[in-house]
């Protein structure tokens, strides 16, 4: 498993745009598809989007517009960015490691970050 | 794709056992094997404990068991321990590179 660390800002105002990065340590980004994943208060889990380590990303129909997943190969880390965030995008934020590449897939998400409690509020 | 339905909470005494269950569809839970679990302590990261139905990763302790019938999966957590108070959830790929996630489960340890 993989160590990943995550920040970002907790505070926005409506309209403002999410930018959130995760630091990925003690392994590699190839074979991974590397993923977001947030959780409103009080409610389930939802996947945003993910991208691999050839840049290829798949995003959330309902966030697609807004929604940017970038991979910087060269510090090893994952970025966020929603914009134009509305009270409808608190959540805690995640980043979470998908093995489905490699030689011996979990199939799971075997790595995740702390989390990073994001609040909309004008 | 809809949340895979957990109970919200379960509750075992110490040492005994907690049977979680998770639901889904014949989309999701029911066609693939892809189905994994997630222990969750309030402030940390998540933690993969069980993946493909019942597979364990190293270092996860083998009082935590997985199966599958239908399109419902379970988790059993035998010998609870004080440790193992916290939230679970599971997972499971629902196709088209997809993954869905379940409504997680609160587990108290009495």
């Known amino acids: 498993q993989a160590l990943l660390q995550q920040w970002g800002a907790g505070l926005l105002k409506p309209s403002e745009t999410l930018s959130l990065t995760c630091a990925v340590s003690?392994?590699?980004?190839?074979?991974?598809?590397w993923t977001w994943i947030r959780q409103p208060p009080g409610k389930g889990l939802e996947w945003i989007g993910e991208?691999?380590?050839?840049?290829?990303?798949k995003y959330n129909p309902s966030l697609w517009r807004r929604l940017s997943i970038s991979l910087d190969t060269s510090k090893n880390q994952m970025s966020l960015t929603l914009s134009s965030v509305t009270a409808a995008d608190t959540a805690m934020y995640y980043c979470a490691r998908l093995d489905i590449l490699t030689s011996y897939p979990s199939w799971a998400f075997d790595s995740w970050g702390q989390g990073t409690l994001v609040t909309v509020s004008s | 794709q809809s949340a895979l339905t957990q109970p919200p909470s379960a509750s075992g005494s110490l040492g005994q056992s907690v049977t979680i269950s998770c639901t889904g569809t014949?989309?999701?839970?029911?066609?693939?094997?892809?189905v994994s679990w997630y222990q969750h302590h309030p402030g940390k990261a998540p933690k993969l404990i069980i993946h493909e139905v019942f597979k364990r990763p190293s270092g996860v302790p083998d009082r935590f068991s997985g199966s599958k019938s239908g399109n419902t999966a379970s988790l059993t957590v035998s010998g609870l321990q004080a440790e193992d108070e916290a939230d679970y959830f599971c997972?499971?790929?629902?196709?088209?590179?997809?993954?869905?996630f379940g409504t997680g489960t609160k587990v108290t340890v009495l």
């Open positions: 991208i691999n380590h050839a840049g290829n990303t």
């Open positions: 003690g392994g590699s980004l190839h074979g991974y598809y």
């Open positions: 014949s989309s999701d839970v029911g066609t693939y094997t892809y």
């Open positions: 997972s499971s790929y629902a196709g088209s590179n997809n993954y869905v």
